[in-house]
């Protein structure tokens, strides 16, 4: 299994940013996605959950509203579309299989997004 995150970077406050997550070594399709992100000194947090076909997406709360995950299948890939990024967006993020009893020790090396003036 790989999970490979790329996308992150420095941003302003209000700015946008799109992850991507291209993974490999598992039946994509047939698994929802999780988005998770993790800040210094900070527990790891779930900020988006996609279906297994794309078609239902949960936010936390943090992020409903800014925040979109997405899907394509055919690419076994798996975005996150970040927009008006507050500081308290700043953190490592990582995409990964929702399935956590299967996948529990299979993580990326994630993102960095840093939001800052």
């Known amino acids: 299994v790989q999970l490979v995150e790329s996308g992150g970077g420095l941003v302003q406050p209000g700015g946008s940013l799109r992850l991507s997550c291209v993974t490999s070594g598992f039946t994509f399709s047939t698994y929802d996605m999780n988005w998770y992100r993790q800040a210094p000194g900070k527990e790891r947090e779930l900020v988006a959950t996609?279906?297994?076909?794309?078609?239902?997406?949960g936010y936390a709360d943090s992020v409903k509203g800014r925040f979109t995950i997405s899907r394509d299948n055919a690419k076994n890939a798996v975005y996150l579309q970040m927009n008006s990024l507050k500081p308290e967006d700043t953190a490592r993020y990582y995409c990964?299989?929702?399935?956590?009893?299967?996948?529990?020790?299979?993580w990326g090396q994630g993102t960095q997004v840093t939001v800052s003036s």
């Open positions: 990964k299989p929702s399935r956590v009893d299967l996948f529990r020790d299979y």
């Open positions: 996609v279906t297994s076909t794309g078609g239902t997406a």
